[in-house]
C-alpha cells in the first residue's frame, strides 16, 4: 500500500498527515477507514495535510469529497491543508476548489476551525 | 528519429493489477517522445483513468476478458488507445461531473481528466474487441523542450 498517514492534535483541531498516493484500491480505502476512525472517536475537526501526497486519482477525489460529506454529516468539518501543484490543479479541474476550505498554513488553518468545535 | 515511429501494442487480462504495467509502458514509450515532467504525469493520469475505466466499466471485472493498449508515436503527437471488450458507451451520455448536483458525488471525474490532460479523447468501436478509446497528445516541441524533458537529440 503506497499511503501513510500521521495523526497530531492541535488545539482542539485533529490533524492528519498524508504522504503517498490516494488511489483506487487500499490507498482509498485506508483514507476512509482513517476518516471512520476519526468520527467514531468524536473528532469533528479535521485538516488534511495533502502536502506528502504526489498523486490522486478520480477515485481518491472521490474519497476525498465521500470523506468531506461524512465530516459535514457529522456536524464536523473537514478541511484541506498544503496542496502540491499538482492537487491543487486537479481541484481546480473539478472546481472542488470551491467547495474546500484550502490552507497553506497550519496555524491559520486551525484557527480558521474557531473555538466552538471540538 | 523524425521519420522513425513507434508503434507498441499489448494485450493483457482485463485485471485491475496490471494497470500499473499499462501505466509503466506508456511511461516509457512517453519518455522516448520527449516529454517533461509535468506531460508524463498528464500521460500517466490519463492511462490510468482509461485503463481502469476499460476494466471496471468495459469489461465489469470480467477476468475472462482483455485490455488492450496500443501507442503510436507520430511527428507530431503520441496516440494511445485503449481497448474493452465491454458494450458500447457514449462519453456524451455521461453526466457533467462539474454540474452543480453533480460536483458532489463521490465519482464521475476521469473522463473530465483525461480530457483536462489530453488535446483529444474520442471513443469508437473496435472490430474484435469493444469500446476503443482515444487519446492524443502533441509533442514537445523539439526547439523548446519541456522543462525536465529527456532531449530528442540523445536518441
Ligand atoms: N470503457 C468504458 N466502457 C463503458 N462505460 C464506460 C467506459 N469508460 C467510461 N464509461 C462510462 O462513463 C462514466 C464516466 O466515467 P468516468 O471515468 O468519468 O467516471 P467514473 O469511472 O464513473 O468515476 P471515477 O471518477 O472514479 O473515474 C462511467 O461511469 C461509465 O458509465
Ligand atoms: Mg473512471
Redesign the interface.
Known sequence: MSINSTTKKVDSVTVIGLSGKI???EECKHLRETIRGQLSEGTKSILLNLGDIS?I???G???L??S??SVSRQGGQLKLLNLTK?VHD?LQ????V??FDIFEDEAKAVKSFGSTQA | MAKETIRVEITLESNLKHVELIEVIAQTVAKQCGFGEDGLHEILMAVHECAINAICHGNKEDLQKQVGLSLSVHPDRLEIRVRDQGKSFNPNDVPDPLDKENLMKPAGRGILLIQAFMDEFRVGRCENWGNEVIMTKRLPSPSQPEKGGVGREHQ
Not at chain 1, 93 to 96: A, E, F, S, V
Open positions: 488511489t483506487i484500491g498523486y486519482d478520480s477515485t477525489i472521490g474519497e469529497v465521500s468531506f460529506t499538482k486537479l479541474i473539478t472546481k472542488l470551491t467547495v
